[in-house]
């Protein structure tokens, strides 16, 4: 057994496929940034007057995933930071994802924890863990920079009140220039804030376009050349990685997933190539662990009506009324109880936005309209993922797809 072990290290090891593969992952921020020099240019405007020990501008940056709002922000802010320090300005900066600090007490305390203040994972009050953030601001920063990514997730789960408190910063701490950013892929969001929170984040609205296969080619071209030893790109590797990533909206992060995995199966197999072969199977594999993750992570009942969607449409589609029949089914079966039709619709209508189906209403002629629904994922995979979660995989074991 320890030969095996030993066989995939040395295999490893020996690679001739990989210089540095970080520099295929969308974390990374590269000296250059292609086709964003505008978005650059837009954002250091708005916070250059930090430099000046002015306060920035609030910034609200809009766009699809994998637009290359994130690794923008983060590269202009590093810049930002740079500069301040070498003009010995107390200046700091924090960067928040809120999908994974999906809470305000996690919010502020990753916020605190940034600036040396140390705060229990649980047990004080949202506003106690803000009075030591603000606190920490005094002791030791004139200016202030918060980035709050994804911020859509905390938005929708708790509204705005972490908005409002760091806005109202400014007036409680006159002394300090405190200016936030706001990334989002949710272009409405601004719209559902409270008007004055609205007025006063919104002074700088930059939105990023979907990047074209051209653009994205340029990309993964420059990546590709500090990441892989030369020649181990078969022709047509690069430009296959663009033009599929270009199809899912122009995504960036879509491309260097699909660079970086087609050379580790390559690797895997102890090849010397990068062929158009790997990039193919590289998008399965993403594909397949994509949905993985968006599936079990779904809510109970978010699961009950895919399975459902999948148990009735062996002629390769089904409806609303046929779904929501099987739905009831399925509650019986284990025993909880079942949300209204319309309830049902609505999830329809969110795994639609997912991509994991795809539903329209069609015309029947006198017989009305109605809302027809197609699975799009293979339903192994979907199968697979359901019979892991220990309260419903005994019922998924009875579907016969």
Known sequence: MSDIVNGVFERFLESKIFVNRELLRPEYIPDELPHREEQISRLASALAPILRGERGSNVFIYGLT????????????????????????????????????????????????????????????????????????????????????????????????????????????????????????????????????????????????????????DILKKRAEKAFNAGVLSEGVIELCAALAAREHGDARRALDLLRIAGEIAEREGSS????????????????????????????????VLLSIYATSSKGYTTTGEVYGEYVKLCKAVKVEQVTRRRVSDIINELDALGIIESKVVSRGRYGKTKVVKPLIKSEIVLQTLKNDIRIGKIVESIRI
């Open 66 to 217: 994998g637009t290359g709002k994130t690794v923008v922000t983060k590269f202009v802010v590093k810049k930002l930071h740079s500069k301040a320090m070498d003009l010995k300005l107390r200046f700091g900066y924090s960067y928040v994802n809120c999908r994974q600090s999906d809470t305000p007490y996690r919010v502020f305390a990753d916020l605190a924890e940034s600036i040396g203040v140390k705060v229990p994972f649980t047990g004080l009050s949202t506003a106690e863990v803000f009075r030591r953030f603000i606190r920490g601001l005094k002791e030791n920063y004139t200016s202030f920079l918060v980035v709050l990514d994804e911020v859509d997730y905390i938005v929708k789960k708790y509204g705005d009140d972490v908005l409002y408190r760091i806005v109202r910063i400014g007036e409680m701490l006159p002394s300090i220039k405190v200016s936030i950013i706001g990334i989002t892929n949710d272009v409405n969001l601004i719209e559902t804030l409270d008007s004055r929170i609205r007025s006063s984040l919104g002074e700088v609205e930059i939105v990023f376009p979907p990047y074209n296969a051209e653009q994205l080619k």
């Open 273 to 304: 190539k990068v062929t158009t072969e790997h990039v193919y199977r590289a998008r399965e594999e993403i594909e397949r662990d994509r949905v993985k993750e968006l599936v079990y992570t779904m809510p109970l009942h978010a699961k009950l």
